[in-house]
């Protein structure tokens, strides 16, 4: 999946995110990359993508 330095432009302001204009190519082709990566997953994984268990990314270490 390809992703435009424009689209990448929207995106970070709408999350709030003030990218420097020379960073903005280098987030479009990682991002593009990463989804592209994504999608060869749930190719090769289908309905089995689904029924997986999510792993979350923290695991705290003490009680709250």
Do not use: Y
Not at 10 to 22: A, F, I
Not at 59 to 64: A, S, Y
């Amino acid at each position: 999946m390809d992703v435009t330095i424009e689209q990448v432009r929207v995106l970070s302001e709408m999350q709030g995110l003030s990218l420097p204009e020379g960073d903005l190519e280098n987030v479009a082709l990682r991002l593009s990359t990463w989804l592209t990566a994504m999608e060869q997953i749930e190719v090769e994984m289908g309905a089995e993508i689904n029924a997986a268990e999510p792993i979350p990314p923290v695991f705290p270490r003490e009680e709250f």
